[in-house]
């Protein structure tokens, strides 16, 4: 029976979803959030990125890629796009050839603080309703997940 009225439906009802698709749909919602109170910028991605590049001053891109767990080629895409965008300068590792160093530019210190606000805003809003209690709770649960997830990852077997 098709329980679709004017073609939507609630895909969490019909049985049990991958909690991955919750918090994919829980990322889409904060982006497109962020996109909405950051469109006067030139900028309408990786705004996280760029907050953690302003933070550390100058950082490699593979520092990034590794800490994020972004896939090597992804991350120079990224890169890219802030670059283009005059939010970052990449220069050549003064001791490692294969190495670059990613620094903000004076456009990306002078956002960060608009992107901060951004942050912290939406993080309120998202906790709205719930008990400091509640919010710490759901942290240690977040990274236990995280921490049960990558415990399955190294038990499994690489395919040859």
């Keep these: 029976m098709?329980?679709?009225s004017k073609n939507i439906f609630n895909p969490y009802d019909l049985c049990e979803s991958p909690l991955g698709l919750r918090f994919n749909n829980l990322f889409k919602r904060y982006n497109q959030a962020t996109d909405k109170l950051l469109k006067e910028e030139d900028i309408d991605r990786y705004f996280f990125i760029l907050r953690l590049i302003c933070e550390h001053k100058s950082i490699t891109q593979q520092c990034l890629a590794d800490s994020l767990q972004?896939?090597?080629?992804?991350?120079?895409?990224?890169?890219?796009?802030?670059?283009?965008g005059g939010f970052i300068n990449r220069t050549p590792h003064a001791t490692d050839r294969r190495a670059y160093l990613i620094t903000p530019t004076e456009k990306a210190l002078n956002l960060a603080p608009k992107i901060d606000k951004t942050f912290h805003y939406l993080n309120?809003?998202?906790?709205?309703?719930?008990?400091?209690?509640?919010?710490?709770?759901?942290?240690?649960?977040?990274?236990?997940?995280?921490?049960?997830?990558?415990?399955?990852?190294?038990?499994?077997?690489?395919?040859?």
Excluded: H, W
Excluded at 71 to 84: A, E, G, Q
Excluded at 137 to 154: C, G, H, P, T, V
């Design 2 to 4: 098709n329980n679709c």
């Design 70 to 84: 972004i896939d090597k080629t992804i991350m120079v895409r990224i890169i890219d796009y802030l670059s283009k």
């Design 124 to 160: 309120q809003s998202a906790f709205k309703g719930f008990t400091k209690q509640e919010i710490n709770d759901f942290k240690i649960y977040i990274e236990r997940m995280e921490q049960n997830l990558l415990a399955i990852q190294n038990k499994i077997k690489p395919k040859k």
